[in-house]
């Protein structure tokens, strides 16, 4: 299934962007003056296809997966942490609740790999793979199956609020222990060390990072994540949640929707999503430069470069809701 | 007069701050992972001294003025264009026309020193002190005593709009020309070679570059401008939109209402403030990161560290709406 839906994903075309550009020349300012703002405009345009591209319903998907390599001691807070935030994000007492309500977003809460059971709980997406990944220090983080479905339910989401109408997608997500898997995939796509991606997460000690650090190296020896095969990546030292970030991401693109990409985590999906096929870039927005050490490495191999830079490091898609409002402003300014 | 409301302005008291921390650090939230929001919503509280600061309304004041100095060929754009700007905000059809309303900001157009009358223009607020500058390569931009009215302009708007009770406010101009003044400034306040604080403007060539450079290098010598003597500067290398700008952040520290300064030019008109007096670079947030070259060496100069970076270089007040989305996130996160 994730093999068809990356055939249908179209190349985003130049001419529309240039059709774009050629309206933004015309208006009473200096040619280019709006600096950055022109470039979303003319990457929205080229995206839809529309040269009056329309971006009412806006959406930001926080996928929440748990890690089994949080019993390594690799994180400032205990694993049963996800499960509240998860609660909080339904009372909308979150940080991404805040700022999606400031940028005009819905929020969509979704389980799809934590650990225990959630329960019936209004507005809950109950999607989950898995509850809770392997200690990927001991072994795989999930099967290849798993990982495939993870990848399926982002895809599955995009597809549905596609059909409903959203226009702008947004990813984030939570998961204590989720930089952990995510500079190891940063690690093995860029092939840069593990201590040049790997960083203090939610507020970890040097003793802890240096600890996270032989861990990630370990999963790497013990797994051997093939490189060729992002599929096996994910499964061998990913996450649920960085699954269904790369899942949307790919269905975002197949239905020529643009997805702006939250953090460090994040951009672990999108990294992915971007090794299954380059052309999910063309797709993408960075939302903002985190300050994971890892994150700019990432970026950098995907050719991306991000909107903000405000030292941000809460994740849950805080950042993506951001940079919705100053790509927005974008549209605006071509309208 | 300007002396007067100068011993007016308050210190920004870090108690406050401190209590804005404590609050922030209570959120369910790894401690300081909102960066540069959470420092956002630290100073609105100090500066306000309340502990849930509303910022209900908004202003943008965009200042307009001529240079005679445009004369000597520095600008891509002919002086009418000044005026014809102006026309354009007051109908709506503007960038800083389409930011503000996306940040929910409301654009006061003032003529402070546009050259020849423009009518009786519904909007406009006519507090004209020159009708252009002279020619800084040849003389003084204007009388000491003309600068100090455009900066009691600047004043007497803050009081009237703190009065109306507007909670935050924005600086931006419109002025044919004007990098050639703020280039000239920030020169002679950061003490740096003209060369290395001239940029482009709105998008001239490498020659007429070298003659702006030229030309800035002339009006310092000719002028000789006291950098002991902010009013000094002020009257014999900068500009009225310049004077307007400083004269704005003054008013607002003295009614402790921060304000979120546009880019070069703003900065400009920022740096002359904070030489008459460095407490109103605590009421200062700085919008963005301008790709002038000499907009770095200014903000280095008051230790102020812009909010965006998105390579704008329209001026208007632009930036300044666009920050102002971002200042007011920090204090959503914060309540």
């Known amino acids: 299934m994730i093999q068809e839906i990356i055939k249908k994903i179209p190349p985003v075309k130049p001419e529309f962007a240039e059709k774009a550009q050629k309206r933004l020349d015309s208006l009473t300012k200096p040619q280019g ?30 996928f929440a997966g748990d890690h089994g390599v949080v019993e390594e001691g690799v994180s400032a807070y205990p694993g049963e942490v996800t499960k509240q935030m998860v609660f909080n994000f339904l009372r909308g007492g979150a940080g991404i609740n805040v700022l999606a309500r400031h940028a005009g977003a819905e929020v969509v809460v979704v389980d799809i790999g934590v650990k225990g059971e959630l329960g019936e709980v ?14 990927i220090r001991k072994g795989h983080a999930m099967t290849k199956h798993d990982a495939a479905r993870c990848i399926e339910v982002g895809i599955k989401l995009a ?3 596609a059909i409903k109408g959203y226009k702008l997608f947004g990813t984030g997500e939570m998961g204590i ?22 960083g203090k997460g939610t507020g970890i000690g040097d003793e802890v990072w240096k600890n996270k650090i032989k ?13 060729s095969d992002p599929l096996d990546v994910l499964s061998k ?55 994971e050490i890892g994150h700019k490495a990432m970026l950098d191999k995907m050719g991306l470069h991000p909107i903000l830079d405000l030292n941000l490091r809460l994740g849950e ?12 402003a974008g549209l605006k300014i071509y309208k």
């Open 122 to 135: 209004a507005g809950l997406v109950s999607k989950k793979v898995v509850s809770g990944t392997g200690n």
């Open 317 to 328: 898609g805080t950042g993506a809701a951001l940079a919705m409002l100053i790509i927005e």
């Open 237 to 291: 030292i990913g996450g649920a949640e960085i699954g269904g970030i790369a899942g949307l991401i790919i269905g975002a693109a197949a239905h020529r929707i643009p997805v702006v990409i939250d953090g460090f985590i994040s951009t672990a999906g999108a990294l992915i999503a971007y090794c299954l096929e380059p052309k999910t870039k063309d797709y993408m927005f960075a939302a903002h430069n985190s300050v």
């Open 33 to 62: 003056s709006l600096g950055r703002l022109e470039e979303f405009a003319r990457r929205l345009v080229a995206i839809t296809e529309s040269t009056m591209p329309l971006i009412d319903k806006k959406v930001i998907f926080t």
């Open 215 to 227: 861990v990630i190296e370990d999963a790497i020896s013990i797994n051997k994540p093939d490189t």
């Open 159 to 161: 597809e549905d609020y």
């Open 177 to 198: 222990g989720n930089t952990t898997p995510s500079s190891a995939i940063a690690a093995v796509v860029t092939g840069k060390p593990v201590s040049e991606v790997t």
